[in-house]
């Protein structure tokens, strides 16, 4: 166990429908990410969040959005949904902002939320 | 622009038998790091082992260990004593210092009896 908990575990939702994910960080992590797993575009990194801050984008779409709250849970916003969107959604946590290297920089991933767009 | 290449989409094993997962990375950047994530069928990114740019020795993590070859840009990951367990599928990643964590697309591994 990561200590990561994202909910909910299994999503099924239609087109143009909005979905809220939600991320608990392991305690003492400040930093939270968020990940998009498929099997066409592999792990693509979203967005990261440091203590309430947005940090750094990646190839996060416009109709999705997240924030990190100032319990350090994070939620992640998909709007509009389409068929393309369904896949695996990680959020993982670190307790540093990204900015170092070295070990300590790892991330500890949650189990996932699998979104299914139909 | 950091890239990661893992260009084993399976590989097969026996227990006991040691096996090598292929990563090749493409940076400019002299500092970075390296990581190992483990996928099972269960879904959950477990973290297996890191290396960074200017460790001078390789890294080992248990019966996993990461051959380093900085000059041909290569990090590939060392299982050694192949366990039924070991079934998943393998990650390489990398990221610069102020970057977020980048990914290849993974290999799968089956470890058969």
């Known amino acids: 166990d990561s200590g990561v908990t994202q909910t909910p575990k299994h999503l099924i939702t239609a087109t143009g429908q909005r979905v809220t994910l939600r991320c608990s960080p392991r305690s003492g992590d400040l930093s939270v990410y968020w990940y998009q797993q498929s099997l066409d575009q592999g792990l693509q990194f979203l967005i990261q969040?440091?203590?309430?801050?947005?940090?750094a984008k990646g190839n996060i779409l416009e109709r999705f959005s997240a924030q990190q709250f100032p319990d350090l849970h994070s939620e992640l916003n998909l709007s509009s949904l389409e068929l393309g969107d369904s896949a695996l959604y990680f959020c993982?946590?670190?307790?540093?902002?990204?900015?170092?290297?070295?070990?300590?920089?790892?991330?500890?991933f949650g189990s996932g939320t699998q979104l299914s767009v139909l | 622009a950091q890239k990661i290449t893992q260009t084993q989409p399976g590989m097969f094993v026996q227990e006991k038998e040691a096996v090598t997962l292929d990563c090749t990375y493409d940076t400019s950047d002299p500092s970075y790091g390296l990581f190992w994530y483990k996928q099972p069928s269960s879904g959950e990114m477990i973290f297996l082992i890191y290396?960074?740019?200017?460790?001078?020795q390789n890294a080992t993590e248990g019966r996993y260990s990461l051959n380093f070859q900085k000059a041909r840009k290569s990090a590939n990951l060392v299982i050694s004593a192949s366990q039924l367990g070991d079934s998943a599928m393998y990650f390489c990643?990398?990221?610069?210092?102020?970057?977020?964590?980048?990914f290849g697309k993974g290999t799968t591994l089956s470890v058969s009896s």
């Open positions: 969040y440091y203590n309430g801050e947005e940090r």
């Open positions: 290396q960074g740019s200017y460790d001078q």
């Open positions: 990643a990398m990221r610069k210092a102020g970057t977020a964590l980048i």
């Open positions: 993982a946590s670190s307790v540093t902002p990204g900015s170092g290297l070295g070990q300590g920089e790892k991330l500890f």
